[in-house]
C-alpha cells in the first residue's frame, strides 16, 4: 500500500511577529480502512476475472478448481454443521472421486492437452499409456499455469491436513485425507510423466526429422557431386 506523503504550504507572514509563535501538532492523514478493503478486494475480482477472461477454457478451469476447493471446505467445515460422520464421509469421498476423473479425463486433455491411463495386457501386465496434443497446437499459457498451480498446491495442502489430524490426535479423518492424497499425488505423478513423455517424443521427432534433412540434403549433393565428376570425365 503505497502513502501519499503532503507538503503544507507555510502561511503569510503575520504583521506582528511572535517570537514564539504557538506549536501546532498536525495529525497523519490515514487512509480509510473501508476504502483500503474495498480497494485490495476489487483488485482480487479483477485478478480472477481476468484469469477467466484469458481463459481459454473458462468453464474446465472453474470447474477444477470447484470440485478440489469443494472437497477440502467439506473436510474442514463438515463438523460445524452436522455431526453425522458417515455422511460427511461420503460427500468428501464422492467430491475426490469426481475430482479425480475430471482432472484426468477432462481438465488435463482440455487445458494442457495431456492424458494418461493403466492399462493391463492379456498377460496380465499393467502399463501406463500416456497421451499428448500435437506440439504444434500449444495450451494456452494462463490455462497451463492455472492447470499445474492446482495440481501441485492441493496436494500439499492435503498433506498440511495430515498433519494436523496427527497433531490433534483425529484418527478417524485420517483416512479420508489418505485417499485424498492417494488420488492427488496419483494424478500429479501420472501428468508429470505424461508431460515428460510428450516432451521426449517431440524432442525425438525434431531430431528424427533433422536427420531425415540432414540425409536428404547429403543424398542431393552427392547427387551433384557425381554428375559433376561424370561430365568432367565425360569430356
Excluded at 473501508?34 to 474446465?60: C, K, M, Q, W, Y
Excluded at 499393467?126 to 494456452?140: H, K, L, M, V
Excluded at 521427432?205 to 561424370?230: F, H, P, R
Aim: with cysteine.
Amino acid at each position: 500500500m503505497s502513502t501519499a506523503i503532503q507538503t503544507i504550504e507555510p502561511d503569510d507572514e503575520p504583521t506582528v511577529t511572535n517570537p514564539h509563535p504557538p506549536v501546532r501538532s498536525a495529525e497523519p492523514s490515514r487512509p480509510a480502512s473501508g476504502a483500503t478493503a474495498n480497494a485490495t478486494l476489487g483488485d482480487a475480482e479483477a485478478g480472477l476475472a481476468g484469469i477467466f477472461r484469458e481463459s481459454a477454457h473458462p468453464v474446465v478451469l472453474f470447474v477444477l478448481y470447484l470440485f478440489r476447493i469443494a472437497a477440502i471446505a467439506t473436510y474442514i467445515l463438515c463438523g460445524f454443521f452436522t455431526d453425522n460422520y458417515v455422511v460427511s464421509t461420503v460427500i468428501v469421498v464422492v467430491l475426490l472421486a469426481m475430482d479425480f476423473w475430471n482432472c484426468r479425463n477432462v481438465a488435463g486433455r482440455t487445458l494442457v492437452g495431456l492424458r494418461f491411463w493403466n492399462q493391463v495386457d492379456e498377460n496380465g501386465e499393467s502399463y501406463w499409456i500416456f497421451e499428448s496434443r500435437d506440439p504444434s497446437r500449444p495450451a494456452n499459457p494462463v490455462d497451463s499455469r492455472m492447470f499445474w498451480t492446482a495440481l501441485y498446491v492441493f496436494p500439499a495442502l492435503w498433506l498440511g491436513l495430515f498433519f494436523v489430524s496427527l497433531l490433534k490426535f483425529n484418527l478417524s479423518f485420517i483416512p479420508i485425507v489418505v485417499l485424498a492424497l492417494v488420488f492427488n499425488v496419483t494424478n500429479v505423478i501420472g501428468f508429470t510423466y505424461a508431460d515428460r513423455d510428450a516432451k521426449k517424443r517431440w524432442a525425438d521427432n525434431v531430431v528424427s526429422s533433422n536427420w531425415s534433412m540432414a540425409g536428404l540434403g547429403g543424398q542431393m549433393l552427392t547427387g551433384v557431386v557425381k554428375n559433376s565428376v561424370g561430365r568432367v570425365f565425360r569430356s
